[in-house]
């Protein structure tokens, strides 16, 4: 019946029934093209508007410009026999976005799914640290507040010393270095997270000295007093900047506290480092 009202007082007034444009009228080139001024979360919100919409967003020429140049190089670290077959540069986007183990799942790399920006992870078990191997000093302790599953405990020592290095095509800009690292030996009791800091000694008599050099010079340095029991902080080591990622950058990192007057101990660490715009 209301149909029927509202075809006759079309009638009455001399007027068609004209039917609105929507979303889905737009050609879906325009959205694309709409689309590539979107971040790329902001793109995958969109793409829940409607079917036009998720269609548009799946162009090729909306992602290419947004994954990092060297994205065929991490793909190759991360499936050899694979590399861009048959993806769309979207699906390699997302895989991208999750942490992608590589060298033995020693390594992990992922892209900062806003940005683009790639990051890197590194396991304590691919560095060179004095007396790792002796028992009396460190244990590799299994745990859940470290992406790979473990991290390296130190009981105590005179020297602790941390070295180590990575060759990676990266794009072109600015990177900061990060050691993460932890006071004290964390278990869970009923359920709570709980700090045991009895073994925590010695951090307070001299700074951690942290550095990096890269493979064309580069060199940054710092100094910290370590004094986070119970929390996983960021200590930065630097910066070092990217000119060409056709080319393999190659550095060099460290964490050394040498105090032959003090033992250390009970500390948890691993290492980090992320593009920085």
Not at 32 to 41: E, Q, S
Not at 134 to 141: G, L, P
Not at 179 to 185: A, E, K, N
Not at 193 to 218: E, I, M, Y
């Amino acid at each position: 019946m209301g149909a029927n009202a509202s075809a006759l007082l079309g009638e009455a007034n001399g007027f068609a029934r004209v039917r609105w444009p929507e979303l889905e009228d737009i050609p879906e080139s325009c959205m694309a093209l709409i689309l590539c001024y979107f971040d790329p979360p902001e793109i995958i919100k969109l793409a829940g508007l409607n079917r036009a919409f998720r269609a548009a967003s799946s162009a090729d020429f909306i992602w290419e410009p947004k994954l990092p140049s060297t994205y065929p190089f991490i793909l190759s670290k991360l499936m050899p026999d694979q590399g861009l077959q048959g993806r769309s540069k979207k699906d390699i986007y997302i895989s991208l976005c999750r942490p992608n183990p590589f060298d033995g799942g020693t390594k992990e790399v992922w892209i900062d799914k806003k940005t683009g920006g790639v990051c890197l992870a590194i396991s304590s078990k691919a560095m060179a640290i004095t007396g790792i191997d002796d028992r009396r000093y460190w244990n590799h302790i299994p745990t859940d507040e470290s992406r790979f599953q473990t991290v390296a405990y130190l009981q105590q020592m005179w020297w602790l010393q941390v070295d180590g290095d990575l060759e990676f095509k990266l794009p072109a800009g600015t990177y900061s270095m990060f050691f993460r690292l932890q006071l004290g030996r964390i278990c869970k009791r009923l359920g709570r997270r709980v700090c045991n800091s009895d073994n925590v000694h010695g951090w307070k008599t001299k700074p951690a000295h942290f550095q990096l050099t890269t493979h064309d010079g580069q060199h940054a340095e710092s100094r910290c007093i370590l004094d986070n029991i119970g929390n996983w902080l960021h200590y930065h080591i630097g910066d070092f900047v990217v000119k060409d990622a056709d080319s393999f950058t190659k550095i060099k990192f460290s964490l050394t506290q040498i105090d032959c007057t003090h033992k250390k101990g009970g500390a948890m660490r691993r290492f980090r480092f992320y593009m920085s715009h």
